[in-house]
Nanobody, 131 residues
């Protein structure tokens, strides 16, 4: 059974940086889309960054970002450690949210287009940015 556990959320001031981690275990497939999502109180869940995990394919490591975080957030993966990361720089108050990692089996790297099809989720880690 797939398990995802996020960590790294903290309270920071505007302009600060954080790195979120997501430890993954229990995978039985080798092609997956991994994503970071966030949800602020009263708002819909938003996908912010995606990466394709398929270490036998050239498309391994393909990334995509929401416009709101492009140039500030970087998603990466360490396959040896089964860990997903989200480096967040120049954080702003509007980045305040609960951040979740999620995954879904996918034979293609178009991870952002999968939307609601992500079927494994962590419990989240809180990021709070004060002005």
């Amino acid at each position: 059974q797939v398990e995802l556990v996020e960590s790294g959320g903290e309270s920071v001031q505007s302009g600060g940086s954080l790195r979120l981690s997501c430890a993954a275990s229990g995978y039985s497939y080798t092609m997956a889309c991994m994503g970071w999502f966030r949800q602020a109180p009263g708002k819909e869940r938003e996908g912010v960054a995606y990466i394709y995990n398929a270490d036998t394919l050239p498309s391994d490591g393909t990334t995509a970002y929401a416009d709101s975080v492009k140039g500030r957030f970087t998603i990466s993966q360490d396959n040896a450690k089964n860990t997903l990361y989200l480096q967040m720089n120049n954080l702003q108050p509007e980045d305040t949210a609960m951040y979740y990692c999620a995954s879904v089996y996918s034979p293609v790297p178009q991870c952002m287009s999968l939307g609601d099809k992500y079927d494994h989720w962590g419990r989240g880690t809180q990021v709070t940015v004060s002005s």
